[in-house]
């Protein structure tokens, strides 16, 4: 039998699929696991938390890695963040890496699954960044094909990660906003939105963090990146961020963080630190402020949401 996914046409959303959450998801935080964590996650976690792997490290049939996701896993939920499947690639998806994809979703059972606006590979070279696409009706197509043929494998929603960007395309016929609007509308995919993401392009771009947020389809958020990025300056002597993930989180996107929650409430809320790992007990720290921050507002959320209907039976 073959067990190869089925190949979507370029361009053709795949079956919908809705997006909702398993019991007890909405509140949670959680960090990327990295192994170097594992006997300290162990002895002291994350209470109500979950971890997030990148799905390319996972790709063997075995091995230390595999042992200490399973002991991750035994205690967690996860979440499976892929980085190498090109979604926004012009070339094909590659069937054996989907194929390796989806196994992985059926072995661990993640509560979400997601990948990135972006792509990586062309010609059979595969490069060590996520790079920008142009927002084109053809990009479009293409990207809803893909999604569509992920999610057909996998059989639940893809969330899709907005990209930092350094860079824009002048052939764009569409913002970043209407694009990712589009996609979500063809394909019902969630999104998975970074929020440093937000900050970096925003400030690299020149345009208002709140106001591309407001743009968003903030309802079909299904998890949210918070992380620490770099600044350096650019030729012209202006800000320039890099999305680093080796730092503690920013005054500012914890403060856009603030902002988003107290428009759409409590959402998974993952935070990212790839290099330069501090020990667990920094990390830690971080999943309990955004757990903070959750906590109240989705507090003033609910009293706000509440005060319009006493106002009412009063009058």
């Avoid at 795949?14 to 398993?22: A, E, K, N, Q, V």
């Avoid at 192994?35 to 938390?49: N, Q, V």
């Avoid at 959750?294 to 009412?312: C, D, F, G, N, Y």
């Amino acid at each position: 039998m073959d067990d190869t996914p089925s190949k979507t046409a370029a361009g053709k959303p795949g079956r919908s699929h809705d997006l909702t959450y398993p019991s007890g998801v909405q509140g949670r935080t959680g960090t990327s696991f990295k192994h170097e964590h594992l006997a300290a996650i162990l002895a002291d976690g994350l209470k109500d938390g979950f971890f997030e792997v990148h799905a390319e490290n996972y790709m063997g049939a075995g091995g230390p890695p595999h042992r200490a996701l399973a002991a991750i896993r035994a205690e967690y939920p996860l979440s499976l963040h892929g980085v190498c499947m090109s979604i926004g690639g012009p070339a094909a998806l590659d069937l054996a890496h989907l194929a390796r994809f989806r196994d992985l979703v059926t072995r661990y059972e993640p509560m979400l699954v997601s990948e990135h606006l972006a792509w990586s590979s062309h010609g059979g070279t595969f490069f060590n960044d996520l790079l920008p696409l142009p927002y084109t009706q053809a990009t479009l197509d293409q990207v809803c094909g893909h999604i569509g043929q992920v999610q057909d494998a996998i059989g639940r929603p893809l969330l899709l990660e907005n990209p930092s960007t350094y860079v824009a395309f002048a052939s764009s016929t569409l913002s970043e906003t209407e694009f990712i609007r589009a996609v979500v509308r063809r394909t019902g995919c969630g999104l998975l939105l970074d929020v440093n993401n937000v900050f970096v392009s925003a400030t690299n771009h020149g345009f208002s963090a709140a106001a591309y947020l407001d743009e968003l389809p903030l309802e079909q958020v299904g998890e949210i990146h918070l992380a620490g990025h770099s600044e350096q300056r650019d030729d012209e002597d202006e800000p320039l961020l890099i999305d680093s993930h080796d730092c503690a989180i920013a005054d500012s996107v914890w403060r856009l963080y603030r902002h988003l929650i107290a428009r759409i409430g409590a959402r998974p809320t993952l935070i990212e630190w790839d290099s330069n790992l501090p020990a667990w007990s920094v990390l830690r720290e971080q999943a309990l402020s955004a757990k903070q921050i959750m906590t109240e507002e989705s507090v003033s959320l609910a009293q706000a949401q509440k005060q319009p209907q006493e106002l009412s039976h009063a009058a």
